[in-house]
């Protein structure tokens, strides 16, 4: 049975190299074999009265007794409709807060995902990955892609974005097939321009940036660029420690040289090597943004009314109070910028005289790369998931047999206690 779903698996994702339909157009990825649940839905199964095993539950935990990782698994791998979503993301939070909490299974987090997106619940997919901590859910590679994928073909960018921003926490860009779909989220988010907070300019920046140190091609010397230029923008504006604060990033200054150290290995590549015009475009729009900013806190502006006076006094005290926030550092680095305004040209034109510079957006860079290596990327990830799900199988095999002889063991010792006591009575 395996075997014949591998092969439908493998046919399908090979057809997905006849495509010829636009990415954008489209709003697909991921193949309808690497999407499909056919191998999850073939697991043995458990029937469970969820009534019933929630009533145990709570009983159990009134007792202040811990409930096993095998109840939640179960509870999770029967949810037939979107209230029973509802219901077990009470009990995952329960468990996560129980002293059981390390032995959340990964199938579990699995099963989670699936029937959320399964019963219309993709908002609380994203809401317990958010909330990791609180709900314990870490998932796999696989598992982000089918959530990131799910986002994309919705064409809500954001969320999936959101979801990538996970996988930028967990340093989980392993996978080819991950980073491609990361990418494809990102840059088809970034094309829609949206206005972002400095937490979400942070967030997406060390996405792009750690993602792309993954592909040495121009998407990736693209994505480098986009990303040291946002966190760049962050630094300059908020200081080294908002950049780093809770990211798995350099504790350095220089972020925007760094986007320039880019340019200068692009110019210096001898391969087929590029830099996509938007994103030199958008680095350009950022310098002179900032430059523009630094030069309006220097010479001020007479205040014509009290309204714009008040105005101009808070402008004043957030800039005093982000001052205080910055150290020596972050004003020398700020003090950098004319220099990096100078050499940002320089590069430009030099990129441009030797034809580094690639007419493709970057949300077209990354929609070819996934027409040509996606494909060839979900072979082996289909092949570890069959494996995987094989292993969960027998481990979670392995856990209702020690179940039962704990549960055989409970009993004999409830029947020796009973027998003792009633031959206490009779003496």
Known sequence: MAASIWKRCATAAVKVKCLSASLPARRWLLSSAYTDA????????????????????????????PVSSLSVSRFVDNISSREEIDQAEYYLYKFRHSPNCWYLRDWTIHSWIRQCLKYGAKEKALHTVKNKVQYGIFPDDFTFNLLIDFYIKDGDFKSACSVVEEVMLQEAFDLPSTQIVSLYAMSSYQATRPQLAVSE?????????ICGLQQDNTVGLSAQLLGNALLGKVEMLEGIHAVFRGMP?????????????????????SGDVRL???????????????????????????????????????????????????????QAERAKLPQYVTRFKELSSQLE?????????????????????????????????LSRVQAWEADNRQLIAREKEMRKKAEEEKRERLAAKAAAQQA
């Not at 350095?252 to 760094?258: D, F, K, Q, S, V």
């Not at 958008?282 to 001020?300: I, R």
């Not at 014509?304 to 205080?324: A, I």
């Open 276 to 330: 996509t015009k938007d994103a030199l475009d958008y680095m350009n729009d950022l310098l002179q943004e900032l430059s523009s900013t630094s030069d309006s806190d220097a010479s001020g502006a007479e205040s014509v009314g009290e309204e714009e006076e008040q105005e101009e006094k808070e402008e004043e005290e957030e800039n005093v109070k982000k001052e205080d926030q910055m150290d020596e550092a972050d």
């Open 249 to 269: 990033l350099f504790w350095g200054h220089g972020y925007l040289g760094r986007a320039l150290a880019v340019m200068e290995r692009a110019a210096a590549s």
């Open 353 to 385: 005289s030797e034809g580094k510079v690639d007419s493709a957006s970057f949300q077209d860079s990354v929609s070819a790369l996934a027409q040509q290596n996606l494909a060839a990327a979900e072979k082996p990830d289909l092949e570890q998931y």
């Open 38 to 65: 056919t191998v999850w839905e073939a697991r043995e199964k458990d029937p469970q009265n969820l009534a019933l095993l929630a009533t145990t539950m709570d009983r159990t935990y009134d007792r202040n007794l």
């Open 201 to 209: 300019e942070r967030a997406l920046g060390a996405s792009l940036l």
